[in-house]
């Protein structure tokens, strides 16, 4: 009877251990692939993982703010810190992963040189991202900025633009398909690679390993102590995952642990 019942206790621990489960937002390059990589070894841990694929970078916050995700993992800290000003949210970083340099591309000119006066440039309309390409477009040469802008700098805080060049602020997800409209199309390298670009081999420019927008792993202030998360850090954080990265990306995604 005792032998029972110390197996049926073992057998209980095994199902609740099976039964956690952890739900992550994430676009669907390089991130929910990163994710699809750790999941046999956190299915291995007991840790059920449900990657939910979103095409925008607003919903996965909204959600775990809301509580409807547990986690997500698409954005960088620029891009949180703002979101939390704006909206009021209180949602907080729980590991760096990664860095995607952020490139520049065109399907029209070869290289930056041939840029003609008036050019069309296409940035991403959200703040950090969008001041991050103005900051990309400084470095090149292109254009300067006034002294106090940062990496939220807009449009207005161009202050001097030889080119002339013609700034359109789109949604980060749409310029890919935006790309043989305008001249040059500064784009976030998850969306980069969704639309086959290769970083390393295409852009035009790009971001180098100095880059402080690592991207990072995001959950509400509630739900930092959960296991399930953090088995899932500690699985990311492994050298099998270091060597998916650089092998599958080639350089365009940049391991940041």
Do not use: C, W
């Not at 049926?8 to 199902?15: D, F, G, N, Y």
């Not at 409807?68 to 960088?76: E, G, K, L, M």
């Not at 979101?83 to 029209?108: C, D, M, Q």
């Amino acid at each position: 009877m005792k032998k029972l019942i110390l197996a049926l206790a073992a057998l209980t621990a095994v199902s609740a251990a099976q039964a956690d489960s952890l739900s992550v937002a994430a676009t669907a390059v390089p991130h929910a692939e990163i994710l699809e990589f750790v999941k046999p070894e956190l299915a291995n841990q007991g840790v059920t993982l449900d990657v939910k694929v979103f095409t925008d970078y607003v919903q996965p916050n909204v959600q775990v703010s809301e509580k409807r995700i547990d986690a997500n993992f698409f954005q960088h800290q620029p891009y949180l810190d703002n979101f939390n000003a704006t909206r009021g949210t209180s949602l907080v970083t729980v590991a760096g992963i990664h860095v995607e340099p952020f490139g520049a591309y065109s399907s029209k000119h070869a290289s930056l040189d041939a840029l003609p006066e008036r050019a069309q440039v296409a940035i991403p309309n959200d703040a950090t991202n969008g001041g991050r390409a103005l900051l990309l477009l400084q470095s090149a040469g292109l254009i300067t900025l006034k002294p106090e802008a940062g990496i939220t700098a807009t449009p207005r805080d161009i202050a001097e633009n030889p080119l002339q060049l013609r700034i359109r602020e789109i949604e980060a997800a749409t310029l890919p398909r935006v790309l043989n409209q305008v001249d040059l199309a500064l784009i976030n390298t998850n969306y980069a690679l969704e639309a086959g670009l290769s970083p390393r081999d295409d852009a035009l420019v790009i971001e180098g390993s100095e880059s402080p927008y690592v991207n990072i792993l995001v959950t509400h202030a509630d739900e930092t102590e959960n296991p399930a998360l953090k088995a899932l850090i500690d699985v990311l954080k492994t050298d099998a995952v270091r060597d998916f990265i650089l092998e599958k990306y080639e350089g365009a995604v940049v391991p940041a642990f």
